[in-house]
């Protein structure tokens, strides 16, 4: 809404995007120490996922830059903004890459943080629909009523859509984190991926920034959004049957970090 730099160095949707990032991981590390994650596992996964949002803003571009090619092969592939679903998907191949290659040399796993996770995806693209509610884009279509409102540089008042997913985000990661913190509920990842890509699918039909086409019919974040929802789905019992089998693993075979001492020997070997 107000792109205006702040000490001429830094834009409000950068600094939104930053502090997402801080929260989503502050949150991860809490979350990790508070569910007993070993803690070379912790360290992993916060490189892990450095890399895997470097790779995501790349995908987020590339993706949309698809979707203008294939509205308008004339113009040429060129870059034409971002896409959060896009970012998305690349950034998670990168990190389960990651992690595949890794997993063996930590007691903990990925089930073990899976609930964790989403949490902090959550906090960070909520600061990031700030960001965009700052920075005018990622709006709505013109409106009369009294939701509308009216971005710097527009002639009339539009559905401030950002906001709206911003909010919606925002109460979507307080649920996530009570469930986690008070009944350590597994499942958190599905209840990311089913409630936001219902809310996404429904809240395109009043967006109004094109993103270009993919699909006849619908918007590319519509078929995402279906993709999301079934693959929620999935995770539920594809996961349950993992998750039991994991805690007869853990009854049997605790989690024990080594002594600090004994840790800083290793390192210094």
């Known amino acids: 809404m107000y792109p205006d730099k702040i000490f001429g160095l830094f834009t409000m949707y950068g600094v939104c995007v930053g502090v997402g990032l801080l929260f989503c991981f502050l949150f991860l590390w809490w979350a990790f120490k508070k569910m007993k994650i070993q803690e070379s596992f912790t360290d992993f996964v916060t490189v892990n996922a450095v890399i895997a949002i470097v790779i995501g803003f790349g995908a987020a571009a590339l993706f949309q830059s698809i979707y203008d090619y294939i509205a308008n092969p004339e113009a040429g592939f060129q870059y034409g903004g971002l896409t959060f679903i896009g970012g998305l998907i690349g950034g998670a191949i990168s990190f389960l890459i990651g992690y595949l290659i890794f997993r063996n040399k930590f007691q903990s796993k990925l089930i073990d943080a899976i609930s964790i996770i989403p949490c902090s995806i959550i906090i960070a693209h909520a600061w990031g629909r700030v960001g965009c509610f700052h ?33 919606f985000l925002f109460v979507l990661f307080a649920v996530c984190a009570f469930l986690l913190i008070k009944f350590k509920f597994k499942h958190n990842m599905s209840v990311y991926l089913i409630s936001y890509g219902i809310f996404r699918f429904l809240i395109e039909y009043i967006r109004n920034d094109d993103r270009g086409s993919f699909v006849p019919g619908m918007s590319p974040s519509q078929f995402w959004s279906i993709v999301m929802v079934v693959l929620g789905i999935a995770l539920i019992f594809i996961l349950q049957p993992l998750f039991k089998k994991r805690e007869a693993y853990l009854a049997e075979h605790p989690i024990v970090e080594p002594p600090k001492k004994e840790k800083k020997a290793k390192e210094a070997k």
Do not use: H, R
Not at 160 to 165: D, F
């Open 135 to 167: 920075a005018g884009c990622c709006y709505g279509l013109p409106t009369d009523s009294i939701w509308g409102m009216q971005f710097v540089g527009m002639a009339e008042k539009v559905f401030p859509t950002n906001l709206y997913e911003a909010i």
